[in-house]
């Protein structure tokens, strides 16, 4: 699939022209078209007459309804996509506004990061759209495999993405780490999109394959180099020149193989099994596991000299647990996908629901948010509620207690500081929800968290 970031058309509706002319300028600058128009009215104007990839709304429009807009923009047959930002929108609005078919609700506008990285969703699910009615992008590549992207709000993915998105133009050898079900998979193809290498995007799970029919997996083989090899057969390293190669569960691979992949990586040529050519390939890799990779060093089941050769840049994808600011966006994201893909309509979502899916652990992680808002899809009939979350979700409690550890004598100042911080992650990073247990107002608490990082 072609890279969406950077290129396109943003249309910015705003009232406030000061506001949108600072989101203008903060994403202009890497290469997207930006309009502004001052009324919903007026934007609906625009985008039937004009091609606009991407709208940004601010949620305080006042000659329509925010509905009314997203329902005209349906209505018009009208294949952007739409993003909408504000500081005082409810968790109800959110959840309608993303069955409606929203892409990202921004709650701070002021955060470019958080602003580019929403339109890099925005564009990809734009290029989804226009993608189905031919079934490729402009480039000939199947949109079906990434329609979902790495979704996020939370600061600890953002600064995740913004490391990744400095080393994908750069050629080393990446290893993401972190729990199963993650999405290191949709980490790696993010990073290879943002690359721009114009080879395949591969991956291979070396958990799933025999050790016998590994190494031809990887480096093909020659007619006759075993039983049943009746031809020559290139592997994922000829397969993904010019592009980018995945091994998930890398800690899997046998020692033997192991020592191969290392020549490989150093040499860039692969030769086939049962073959003595050399084959030249320019492969950027990408490693995952779930796998304690240093302790398996130690224990002598990984090579050392390969773990620090595909450790040069290393990615640690964090649980799910850990960033509950995400799961909103995530749920209704991955719920709107369930029902594309299922041909169903979207189910109304309590927002009980939703608070209630933040304060679950997900030892599946992602994985298993994704299987449980297929299930839920497939048996609600109009509304989803709380009756409808399987029976581990009753034993959820709605607030989690933690202890904070300081060693005294502090400035005022910095225990202050530590306790907004730790009562931020117990409440996945709701600013209301923290001001709220703090007994301080929102603004009071914007204030402090602003004065603390200067």
Not at 114 to 129: P, V, Y
Not at 196 to 206: E, F, L, Q, S, T
Not at 306 to 335: F, G, H, Q, T
Request: hydrophobic share 40%; aromatic share 4%; net charge positive.
């Amino acid at each position: 699939m072609a890279t969406i970031l950077g290129r396109g058309t943003v249309l910015f509706v705003d009232a406030d022209n000061s506001r949108a002319s600072g989101m203008r300028a903060a994403v202009s600058s890497i290469g997207y078209n930006c309009t502004i128009e001052n009324s919903a009215r007026s934007a609906l104007r625009r985008v039937k007459s004009r091609s606009v990839n991407v709208i940004v709304a601010s949620s305080e429009l006042t000659d329509l309804y925010m509905d009314t807009f997203l329902e005209s923009l349906s209505r018009a047959n009208v294949n952007s996509s739409v993003v909408i930002y504000g500081k005082n929108i409810t968790a109800c609005e959110a959840i309608t506004w993303m069955r409606a078919g929203v892409v990202d609700i921004l709650l701070d506008p002021s955060d470019s990061a958080a602003l580019k990285n929403a339109l890099q969703s925005a564009f990809t699910r734009s290029s989804t759209i226009r993608g189905k009615k031919t079934g490729q992008t402009k480039d000939g590549s199947d949109t079906s495999e990434h329609s979902s992207q790495m979704l996020y709000r939370s600061r600890t993915m953002s600064d995740l993405m913004k490391k990744a998105s400095r080393v994908a133009p750069i050629k080393v050898t990446v290893l993401l780490s972190g729990e199963s079900g993650t999405g290191k998979d949709v980490l790696a193809r993010e990073i290879h999109i943002m690359s721009r290498r114009r080879g395949n995007y591969i991956a291979i799970n070396c958990a799933a394959i025999p050790e016998s029919l590994l190494e031809s997996e990887l480096f093909g083989n020659e007619r006759g180099a075993f039983t049943g090899a009746d031809a020559r057969r290139e592997g994922k390293f000829e397969a993904a020149d010019g592009g980018t190669l995945l091994l998930d569960e890398i800690g899997d691979m046998p020692l033997s193989i192991q020592a191969k992949l290392l020549r490989v990586l150093e040499e860039e040529k692969i030769t086939r099994l049962g073959g003595n050519m050399e084959v030249p390939v320019d492969v950027r890799l990408i490693a995952a596991t779930n796998r304690d990779l240093a302790k398996m060093v130690e224990r002598g089941t990984f090579r050392e000299d390969l773990y620090y050769r595909i450790k040069v840049i290393e990615l640690d994808i964090p649980p799910l647990r850990s960033r509950k600011s995400d799961i909103p966006l995530l749920a209704m994201s991955l719920l709107r996908q369930a029902a594309e893909k299922f041909g169903l309509s979207m189910p109304e979502v309590e927002p009980e629901v939703i608070e209630r899916l933040k304060t679950y652990r997900w030892p599946g992680n992602v994985r298993q948010l994704k299987n449980m808002m297929e299930s839920l899809l497939v048996t609600t009939e109009d509304s989803i509620t709380l009756d409808y979350l399987p029976t581990e979700f009753e034993r959820v409690q709605e607030e989690t207690c933690s202890t904070l550890e300081l060693c005294l004598p502090l400035a005022l100042s910095v225990v202050e500081a530590r306790v907004i911080k730790k009562t931020l992650d117990l409440t996945g990073g709701n600013r209301t929800k923290t001001a709220s247990l703090l007994g301080i107002g929102r603004r009071t608490l914007q204030r402090k968290l602003e004065s603390s990082s200067s």
